[in-house]
């Protein structure tokens, strides 16, 4: 229980920092940081789906060497923004991946013991699956490390998100925060006023009695929230104080995707 709790107030510093972390790059100037929080959205998914309609793998890593380029060129440091991808898909798309190498038909590519043997029909198919995951995932994380969650909630109200969505969804990100610096300085509280080893009954009585006292204070905090912003005005809906508007440069951007998605995506290019 102990080495738990710990653990918990580990993860929560790092949720923590890694928020700060991304609102501090969004505030940089760089490439994307220049453009409207509209067209980020829109040239981000466009590119999406281009990866996931390409036939030929050298197409989507040009994709994705795209996607660290703009990185580069935004002010992101390459290495966290490597490993946030590179850590993380080899155990979970890459094990969901791995039963495509044996089990596909195909000519055999490599032969294994005990009688297995990887397919080049496999093989294909796993990379196509890897890379093609692991350059959604770079220009996804590449848009969300250069917008600002408040931005970028504005700028999905271009796909036709309606206003209480985007306001739940602004609320959520915000008090999860909250919370967690709640639990954070509750769990710190505990540590600080526990001497020696307690019994396994006290740490269970404990640890409830915690998760009990959050639960209230997310409901009381919830409450005076509404009053406040219905003390402000809120009828509702949210409204942004400040509406962006499109350049040239926007207009450049828009089209450069464009064209790298028609010319991915149309048949004979």
Not at 223 to 242: H, I, K, N, P, T
Request: proline share 4%; net charge positive; with cysteine.
């Amino acid at each position: 229980m102990s080495n738990a709790l710990e653990s918990s107030l580990r993860e929560i510093a790092a949720r923590l920092e890694q928020g700060l972390f991304a609102e501090e790059i969004s505030r940089r100037s760089g490439l994307l940081q220049s453009l409207d929080p509209r067209t980020r959205v829109l040239s981000c998914l466009a590119l999406v789906l281009a990866a996931n309609l390409a036939r030929r793998p050298a197409l989507i890593a040009a994709l994705y060497f795209l996607a660290l380029f703009v990185a580069w060129a935004s002010a992101v440091p390459l290495g966290a923004y490597l490993r946030r991808v590179w850590l993380a898909l080899p155990f979970f798309t890459g094990l969901a991946a791995l039963p495509a190498l044996f089990l596909t038909p195909g000519p055999p590519l490599l032969r294994l013991p005990w009688g297995w043997m990887v397919t080049r029909t496999g093989a294909i198919t796993v990379l196509f699956l890897l890379l093609r995951v692991g350059t959604s995932l770079s220009l996804i994380l590449l848009l969300i490390l250069t917008t600002p969650w408040a931005a970028l909630l504005r700028a999905l109200t271009v796909l036709g998100l309606p206003d209480t969505l985007v306001l739940i969804l602004g609320m959520t990100y915000r008090y999860i925060y909250v919370l967690l610096r709640v639990t954070n300085d509750m769990f710190l509280s505990r540590r600080s006023r526990v001497v020696g080893r307690l019994a396994s009954a006290d740490l269970r009585r404990l640890e409830g009695a915690m998760a009990g006292a959050l639960l209230t204070r997310s409901l009381d905090l919830s409450g005076e929230v509404y009053l406040a912003m219905q003390s402000r005005g809120f009828r509702g809906y949210g409204r942004a104080l400040r509406a962006g508007k499109l350049t040239w440069r926007d207009a450049l951007c828009g089209a450069l995707v464009l064209l790298i998605v028609l010319a991915i995506a149309l048949p004979g290019h």
